[in-house]
């Protein structure tokens, strides 16, 4: 019987081996990459069934990695394992697509059963944020929308380079596009988001998980 196809998407080394370990016995690994762009080229290549993605990655984080493939193939099923508690992450998750949300310090087993959960088509959410999440999309009163959600796509992931340190010479050659194109970006994102300086834009992408520390 063929094995469902997984592929992994994490930037820590160690988690990834550990993954593996967990996952080899009874799913295919079909890759590992280690940023949200490698992400993006290696389901092109390998069509995994099912793909495990850290959140904060670098390059391209793996809420908008997940909204580039759910586009390209909306068939695509991702298993976010993060560190984030925060239902305002596993709200964008679901936003972007997820058909799982699992905490990187559940059970092993936890994470199987997304996996399973994602192939069988259905969507599985870690207990320990469950209720919050629930709580969360039923409370009409709550104001929709992130102040992340005015950025466009291409907005967002310059963001997030100029949050990583990158130049825009170096944004530029990444997002295959001119240096003054992305100053015209990062203009159009500071004057969106009222923001003045470069301390400002990294702050606000930290706080609203465009980038990680």
Same mark, same amino acid.
């Given at each position: 019987?063929?094995?469902?196809?997984?592929? $992994?998407?994490?930037?820590?080394?160690?988690?990834? !081996?550990?993954?593996?370990?967990?996952? !080899? @016995? !009874?799913?295919?690994?079909?890759?590992?990459?280690?940023?949200?762009?490698?992400?993006?080229?290696?389901?092109?290549?390998?069509?995994?069934?099912?793909?495990?993605?850290?959140?904060?990655?670098?390059? $391209?984080?793996?809420?908008?990695?997940?909204?580039?493939?759910?586009?390209?193939?909306?068939?695509?099923?991702?298993? &976010?394992?993060?560190?984030?508690?925060?239902?305002?992450?596993?709200?964008?998750?679901?936003?972007?697509?997820?058909?799982?949300?699992?905490?990187?310090?559940?059970? @092993?087993?936890?994470?199987?059963?997304?996996?399973?959960?994602?192939?069988?088509?259905?969507?599985?959410?870690?207990?320990?944020?469950?209720?919050?999440?629930?709580?969360? &999309?039923?409370?009409?009163?709550?104001?929709?929308?992130?102040?992340?959600?005015?950025?466009?796509?291409?907005?967002?992931?310059? $963001?997030?380079?100029?949050?990583?340190?990158?130049?825009?010479?170096?944004?530029?050659?990444?997002?295959?596009?001119?240096?003054?194109?992305?100053? &015209?970006?990062?203009?159009?994102?500071?004057?969106?988001?009222?923001?003045?300086?470069?301390?400002?834009?990294?702050? &606000?992408?930290?706080?609203?998980?465009?980038?990680?520390?």
């Amino acid at each position: 019987m063929k094995r469902p196809r997984v592929l $992994l998407a994490d930037d820590h080394k160690m988690v990834v !081996e550990g993954l593996r370990s967990l996952l !080899e @016995p !009874e799913f295919d690994v079909v890759g590992v990459v280690e940023d949200g762009r490698a992400l993006v080229a290696a389901a092109k290549e390998h069509y995994p069934d099912v793909i495990v993605a850290d959140i904060s990655m670098p390059l $391209l984080n793996g809420i908008e990695a997940a909204e580039q493939l759910r586009k390209a193939d909306p068939r695509v099923k991702i298993v &976010f394992l993060t560190m984030h508690p925060d239902v305002m992450y596993a709200t964008r998750a679901f936003e972007a697509g997820a058909s799982g949300y699992v905490l990187k310090h559940s059970a @092993p087993a936890e994470l199987v059963t997304a996996i399973q959960e994602a192939l069988n088509g259905r969507t599985y959410v870690t207990p320990m944020i469950a209720g919050d999440l629930m709580g969360s &999309f039923m409370d009409r009163s709550r104001p929709r929308g992130e102040p992340s959600r005015k950025l466009t796509p291409r907005q967002r992931e310059v $963001l997030q380079l100029v949050a990583e340190g990158r130049t825009a010479k170096e944004i530029a050659s990444i997002l295959n596009i001119s240096p003054r194109t992305v100053e &015209f970006h990062k203009y159009r994102i500071m004057e969106d988001l009222g923001l003045h300086t470069n301390a400002d834009l990294v702050q &606000f992408a930290i706080k609203h998980g465009i980038a990680s520390v």
